[in-house]
């Protein structure tokens, strides 16, 4: 059975993730998933990146 409600989650993605993935760990960010994406955006010589961030606990 598909659980439609959780698939279709405002966080869900299901449709695709339209931010990298970045870990804070010690002070530290790491890019866990979305390498593409900031190579294109420091290609195109953008100093931004929006991103999605766990922040883990030390």
Known sequence: ?????????AD???YGD???H???WQGE???EDGLHRALRA????????HAR????PN
């Open 42 to 49: 420091a290609l195109h010589q953008r100093s931004i990146l």
């Open 18 to 20: 339209l931010f990298p």
């Open 53 to 56: 961030v766990l922040e883990l």
């Open 1 to 9: 059975m598909l659980d439609l409600h959780s698939l279709l989650a």
């Open 22 to 24: 970045v870990v804070q």
């Open 12 to 14: 869900s993605t299901f």
């Open 29 to 31: 960010l790491y890019l």
